[in-house]
């Protein structure tokens, strides 16, 4: 084929071959646009090859891509460079910003400068069959390469496989009976002896054995807990098996060179996301944290008429606890105390408190829906029929009303009683006119920004359900309550009883104290986060919100200015706000629960037109308490209640 190009043969002039400059010609053209029947990129390619075989430059072209540094390219390209999580994605991120100098000649790094996209791996996909075969021939690295490049990720696979914490997920093996402990010698005599079929067999049966291992060790995560560093090597460690696979294949004289060629390209291109490495390693987390948060959830859910009431006394505690809380914050808040340790005092008022509750039994209603969600998604998976799960949201919807009426309809008569015992001890009110006056107007739902606060409000309720449940996930991977049972040093202390006493209470409320220490954190400090970029930002939180209109309204009728429309107005706020608590951090976690469990949206939406429909039929079933005798079905999974 004639030259025609003279950028081509000016790339061409100098004698031995550029590599970059070669390919970025060819990139140049499109992948997509057609001349004479084909991409103009094949075009070109079809020019290059006449090129290089009219000047006698084929022979040099093939060494410089069989360069050493093709081990590594074949080796590495598309698997992760670090062996944990942050550390991958803190290089990521690092290239991104930061430009570095590759070895020159480096082909691992010249395929990553050329910026490759999935457009560029279908061309090649594509390729004609008589291109595929002349490129091939050319450019496929000899045996020995594939080979090396085998044993090198061998040795990178065992020091993965090998790692102490990954031995530990199997307690009752020895490091020498772990497969990767073989691994480096079977790959080296596969190698070795490509065409060999007992070499070929032992890696057949290293790999299966190494598969099993892996998912041996992916199950008891998911029986334990889950640690996204873990998580991440065993993915790492079954790409590494699959691309030793492959490069034993080539090593034998096997294996599809357009296919790898394409995966390369693919691979080079995942090596810059951020987004796709944490994808699959973050999800597995996600669903664990979700697991556990839908255990918690499991006893927010009141099933029937007994355990409707037992809610209901349980939420009047949490609201009487609640009306403490709120005066203590007033009390706090006009304290001459610097930033930092009046918020640290505010979230160990409000900490402390919510603990309390744990530690009683009692409810605090804004804090269930986040849980719930988690118990509905695992309905959702199972896919038992609709009229069950519709029959969960309801459970779920008339549990939190009596939940926040509860909480609601105590703390306002006992804030009330606060400050009327106030005043008769001290002989005046607990609260300034202006705390008291901005209490009350706070929760007015049309004035300010009450109702957009509601909704951020929701936004930290679902953040503190997320604490508590990797909280759980943390304390079952650690099998931290069997620890604290066992530790000798306790023991020693305590006794056996009481060490497994310890161990029984951090099971039961460790998670609990976590999500209600973050909420109170997070109800404290975001405000002070806003604050200091400049932007005015305040919770609203139903139960408290309910409290401090109480004892703001009180404090202003002991002073003769209360205007009782206000009063009103904030009451019909305190339901305002209740619904966007609810309603927010419920889709938030309902949304996240979807999500790790890969869900269909289409499964959620037909549930919510079923909801609807129930809804219109019988609105009193959301709303009021189940007939006597009805009960929620016993095979909803992981019912603790059955």
């Known amino acids: 084929m004639p030259l025609s190009d003279p950028r081509l043969d000016e790339l061409l002039s100098g004698g031995a071959p550029r590599l970059e400059p070669l390919l970025r010609w060819l990139l140049e053209a499109s992948p997509l646009d057609s001349q004479d ?84 791996a279908v061309w090649i996909e594509r390729l004609p069959v008589d291109l595929r075969i002349i490129w091939g021939a050319l450019l496929a690295p000899p045996q020995a390469i594939w080979a090396h490049a085998a044993r090198l990720l061998a040795h990178r696979a ?53 598969t099993a291992t892996l998912a041996q060790a992916h199950a008891r995560l998911d029986d334990r807990g889950v640690s996204t560093d873990l998580v991440f090597r065993l993915e790492l460690l079954e790409a590494q098996l699959a ?57 927010y859910i009141a099933r029937d008429r007994s355990e ?23 009390t706090l808040s006009i304290l001459p105390l610097a930033p930092l340790l009046s918020g640290l005092a505010l979230t160990a008022n409000y900490a402390a408190s919510f603990c309390t509750m744990q530690l009683l039994g009692f409810t605090l209603a ?53 400050v009327a015992a106030w005043v008769w001890l001290t002989g005046h009110v607990p609260l300034e ?59 020693s202390w305590f006794g056996a009883g009481g060490a497994e006493a310890l161990g029984r209470f951090i ?18 400090f975001v405000p002070m986060a806003f604050a200091f970029a400049g932007i005015h930002a305040e919770v609203r939180h139903v139960t408290l919100q309910a409290a401090s209109l109480a004892l703001g309204s009180a404090t202003l009728w002991f002073e003769g200015t209360l205007a009782w429309k206000e009063v009103l107005w904030g009451l019909f706020g305190i339901g305002l706000i209740g619904v966007l608590n609810f ?20 499964a959620s939406r037909r549930l919510w037109l079923e909801i609807l429909k129930a809804f219109n039929r019988n609105p009193g079933r959301f709303l009021l308490p189940p007939r006597r005798g009805a009960t929620l079905d016993s095979r909803v999974p992981g019912d603790s209640h059955a």
């Open 158 to 210: 065992a020091a993965v496989g090998l790692s102490r914490d990954l031995l530990a997920l199997d307690p009752e093996g020895s490091d020498a009976d772990s497969p990767f402990f073989h691994l480096t010698r079977v790959v080296h005599e596969a190698g070795d002896r490509p065409g060999d079929a007992e070499a070929r067999a032992a890696w057949e049966a290293c790999w299966g054995t190494c």
């Open 37 to 120: 029947g084909e991409p103009r990129r094949t075009t070109r390619l079809r020019r290059l090859h006449a090129a290089l075989a009219f000047r006698g430059l084929s022979g040099p072209l093939s060494e410089a891509w069989n360069h050493a540094s093709a081990i590594r390219l074949l080796a590495e390209t598309g698997l992760p460079d670090r062996t944990t999580l942050v550390g991958e994605g803190f290089l990521r991120i690092v290239d991104r910003v930061i430009p570095r100098l590759d070895p020159e000649g480096d082909l691992y790094a010249l395929v990553d400068r050329l910026d490759l996209d999935e457009a560029d």
């Open 308 to 330: 409707w009431w037992a809610m209901s006394r349980s939420a009047a505690g949490g609201g009487l606890l609640t009306a403490g809380t709120a005066l203590f914050k007033i």
């Open 243 to 299: 691309r030793i696979g492959q490069l034993l294949d080539f090593a034998a004289g096997q294996g599809d060179g357009t296919a790898f060629a394409a995966e390369l390209v693919r691979g080079s291109l995942a090596q810059h996301g951020l987004l796709a490495l944490l994808r699959t390693t973050v999800k597995r987390l996600a669903r664990k944290v979700v697991e556990h948060t839908g255990e918690t959830g499991e006893h």
């Open 507 to 524: 099971q039961r409320h460790l998670a609990g104290f976590a999500g209600y220490t973050a909420l109170g954190a997070l109800l404290v």
């Open 583 to 602: 309603a927010v951090s419920f889709a938030l976690a309902l949304w996240t629960a979807l999500r790790a469990r890969d869900l269909s949206g289409r």
């Open 366 to 418: 804004s804090k269930q829906p986040a849980m719930t969600a988690a118990a509905l998604a695992r309905a959702l998976e199972d896919d038992d029929g609709q009229a069950r799960e519709v029959e969960l949201v309801a459970a779920i919807t008339r549990t939190q009303v009596i939940a926040t009426l509860g909480n609601v309809l105590a703390t306002v008569p006992v804030s009330a009683g606060l």
């Open 433 to 491: 006119h202006e705390a008291a006056l901005h209490s009350l107007q706070g929760t007015h739902p049309f004035h300010g920004w009450t109702l957009v606060f509601a909704a951020l409000t929701g936004v930290l309720l679902w953040l503190s359900s997320l604490a508590a449940g990797w909280t759980a996930n943390w304390s079952a991977y650690r099998c931290l309550p069997e620890a604290l049972a066992q530790n000798h040093r306790l023991r």
